[in-house]
């Protein structure tokens, strides 16, 4: 048995927790200094924890292998599972060019541009953060809104800003799944708390975005569908993470948000000319004014309605138990780790829901959406394939970022690191959220975020007498305040609507925004910390 250390470099806690970080810092270095791709960070991070396990911890070179095997299993099931499904669910829409007549339907709810950046960047982005994230919700926003008018640098800050508050449920749970299983906290908790803190962000954000699209003027003409469609998404995401299931969190709030907006009566006044002539800078796609039959327009919106409905289902009870009779649960071979007071740490064991994991689920409605939109079999399996070769590399840097993260967690550095943190006391509570918030703007990734810093995170809440719930749910609830300034969001906002090499440009913008939302989340973590705002928390 291999016992973890917390002082393992001269007995001292302050240079273990030194050495410990080298690994982070590394991979911060090369992504944020050299930019170098992430991937290749990833693996050299990896390198680098492996050889502080060994040599500074002395665990076992089996065991540590083993350690970053298993991470590496859980990157690819059920991470990249479900990002790898979901995809493809949307590569068959595009096929098919349904994804043009769901991008048609959406520029016929408004005339007027700041409800659709609404519909399109907020709610219909939300919608594509919960099936896939990974930077598709910008892009696609983005080149929609270019589609409708929109100049290119307008939209592409516009898709930067709007995703933000669903990104912690993105990609179908797929972060904080990742943060319950690296803290080793119930899902269903940390969720919880996450769901009480990113909608009260997702009531500010569209108000931000008409200021950003129109000005003074657009949040004096706007606000109130604006609010409105907020609220809905606040509501139907806290209500969704708390008593629903954290992979439907964003698809009940995209949907409750753009039911909302419809609902509004100011939703469907057309814009004065003067609001389209100063906001639509750009050139309106001719092909937003074609007509699309019925029958096809039902079509283009049935794969989020199955996937819905698929999901829903398998929260009953009933059907909910029958899919965990397929889980599997094993010892994970070459690994027996104990903490520092000596009782097994929950790593030794492997979980594996073969069939109620959200990829799974996700997969079974690909195969109902190519039915239903006249995919051939043999053409979606093309497809599926083409999109594994599209995310080799973001394979491969979730699979190093996650084996990284538990080679630090089971040999005892990022314990070590916790204890370390743990010494700023009550303020760590204000610094929770800007931690997470530092590694989603370094990775692009509040799922690798969640990976790196969520078990650091429970180890200092312990140590400091806080809620561990809080302070890894603040983890992932700051982090998504860093998703709009990560060199990769930015460049894949940049090369979707053509401003390539404008990266700059956009981060100028965008920052101011970043800062101001991560101060209002590190206040509300604060206030959850205390009984101020304590009362919030489940």
Not at 187 to 211: F, K, M
Not at 239 to 267: E, R, T
Not at 335 to 346: S, T
Not at 448 to 466: M, P
Request: proline share 5%; charged share 10%.
């Amino acid at each position: 048995m291999y016992v973890q250390e917390l002082e393992p470099v001269a007995g001292s806690l302050g240079l273990s927790a030194l050495v410990a970080a080298l690994p982070l810092v590394l991979v911060l270095v090369l992504l944020g200094g050299v930019r170098m791709k992430a991937h290749l960070a990833g693996l050299s991070g990896l390198l680098a924890a492996v050889l502080v396990a060994c040599l500074a911890y002395g665990m076992p070179l089996g065991q540590t292998l083993s350690s970053g095997v298993q991470g590496a299993a859980f990157g690819l099931f059920p991470i990249m599972w479900i990002v790898v499904n979901a995809l493809w669910v949307y590569r068959m829409t595009v096929r098919t060019r349904h994804f043009d007549i769901l991008r048609r339907s959406f520029g016929g709810l408004s005339d007027d541009p700041r409800i659709q950046a609404l519909v399109i960047a907020f709610c219909f982005g939300a919608l594509l953060e919960a099936l896939a994230g990974f930077g598709a919700p910008v892009a696609i926003s983005a080149v929609m809104l270019v589609a409708l008018g929109f100049d290119p640098v307008r939209a592409a800050v516009v898709a930067l800003v709007a995703n933000t508050a669903p990104v912690a449920f993105g990609a179908m749970g797929t972060p904080v799944v990742t943060l319950a299983q690296v803290t080793g906290l119930p899902l269903d908790s940390v969720a919880s708390v996450v769901g009480r803190q990113t909608p009260l962000l997702a009531i500010v954000v569209p108000l931000v975005l008409v200021w950003l699209v129109d000005g003074r003027r657009g949040l004096r003409e706007t606000w109130v569908p604006a609010l409105v469609c907020g609220v809905a998404f606040a509501l139907a995401q806290f209500v969704a993470s708390n008593y629903v299931s954290a992979q439907l969190a964003d698809i009940g709030a995209a949907l409750a948000g753009a039911a909302a907006l419809v609902a509004v009566p100011q939703a469907r006044v057309p814009a004065a000319e003067s609001v389209r002539a100063s906001v639509l800078t750009g050139a309106r796609s001719e092909e937003l004014d074609e007509e699309d039959p019925r029958g096809e327009v039902v079509r283009a919106y049935a794969p989020y309605a199955l996937i819905v409905t698929i999901f829903s289902v398998a929260q009953i009870p009933a059907v909910k138990d029958w899919l965990a009779g397929a889980t599997r649960t094993f010892d994970w071979p070459l690994l027996d780790v104990a903490g520092p007071d000596g009782e097994p740490v929950g790593g030794n064991v492997f979980t594996w829901p073969v069939v109620s994991t959200g990829g799974t689920l996700v997969l079974f409605a690909g195969v109902c959406t190519a039915a239903v939109i006249g995919v051939r079999a043999r053409t979606a399996a093309k497809e599926w394939l083409a999109t594994v070769h599209e995310l080799r590399f973001a394979i491969l840097t979730v699979t190093s970022v996650l084996a990284l993260a538990y080679v630090m967690n089971l040999s005892g550095q990022a314990a070590t690191i916790g204890h370390f943190v743990a010494a700023a006391g009550a303020g760590l509570a204000f610094l929770s959220p800007v931690l997470g918030w530092f590694g989603v703007a370094v990775s692009g990734s509040d799922t690798s975020a969640n990976a790196l810093f969520g078990a650091l995170q429970v180890t200092a809440a312990r140590e400091s007498g806080l809620s561990a719930e809080l302070l890894a749910a603040a983890n992932s609830s700051g982090g998504v305040l860093g998703k709009m300034i990560s060199p990769q969001n930015l460049t894949i906002a940049c090369a979707a609507v053509g401003l390539a090499g404008r990266e700059g440009d956009l981060l100028r913008k965008v920052l101011p925004w970043s800062l101001g939302l991560l101060l209002v989340m590190c206040l509300i973590v604060v206030g959850q910390s205390t009984a101020a705002l304590g009362w919030m928390l489940p």
